[in-house]
């Protein structure tokens, strides 16, 4: 479960995050809805601990998530997918990462199955196309096996093939009891991905109720 408590963060005069309060729970995808620069990044780094809040608190399972000690195993996530070394190959990027959070090399081999990027996995990421990061990017939140998981804007460059996978994978994940956060600036892209929504606008909360509930209101 993540718990966001009077969530801020100011940069310079601007809150781009501003009192911010919800709940995310395990067995469902949850929606994290507003326009570009509405603050949903920051939020998402201030949950992953990168990036200290300005004021209030958020937590996963009770506590401040700490990456050095419980790292990919507690809390995966998709952030941006651009930032891998684009000298590097898809199972470099992954393999390094598994060895200094102790994941053996069969679960890289694993994720990159899982994420359909096999045939790729020895290939540069810099000649990778937009839909393969992202495609990359997840296999990073899925290599630990994390309870919780948060992925931001995942269907950018994906295929209508790509992108429904994505969807029968949040849903999958949520089935098995995982906590899913999953952020769009799209409401139609949400209406088939997610079923409770936290909607922000501006830094603040604008809605935090059932998909449903919230197309309902038009
Ligand atoms: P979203 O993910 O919803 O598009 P962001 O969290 O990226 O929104 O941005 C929220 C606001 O904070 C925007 O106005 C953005 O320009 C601003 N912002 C984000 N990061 C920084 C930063 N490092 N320095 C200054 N302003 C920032
Ligand atoms: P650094 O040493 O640069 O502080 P790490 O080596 O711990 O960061 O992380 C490497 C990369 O993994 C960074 O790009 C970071 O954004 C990303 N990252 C950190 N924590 C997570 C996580 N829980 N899920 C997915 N990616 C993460």
Known sequence: MIEVNGLS???GDVFAVNDLTFTV??????????????????TMRMILGLNRPTSGTATVDGRPFVRRRAGLHHVGAL???????????????????????????????????EVGLASAARRRVGGFSL???QRLGIATALLGNPPVLMFDEPVNGLD?????????LFRNLAAEGRTVLVSSHLM???ENTAER???IGRGELIAEESVAAFAARG
């Open 188 to 190: 139609s892209e949400m």
């Open 79 to 113: 952030l941006d997918a651009g930032d891998v070394h684009p000298g590097h190959s898809a199972a470099a990027h992954l393999t390094a990462l598994a060895r200094t959070n102790g994941i053996g090399r069969r679960r890289v081999r694993e994720v990159l199955e």
């Open 160 to 168: 209508p093939e790509g992108v429904r996978w994505v969807r029968r």
């Open 25 to 42: 729970r395990p067995g469902t995808v949850t929606g994290f809805l507003g326009p570009n620069g509405a603050g949903k990044s920051t």
């Open 131 to 133: 839909g393969m990061r």
């Open 9 to 11: 963060k100011r940069y």
């Open 197 to 199: 929504l936290v909607v």
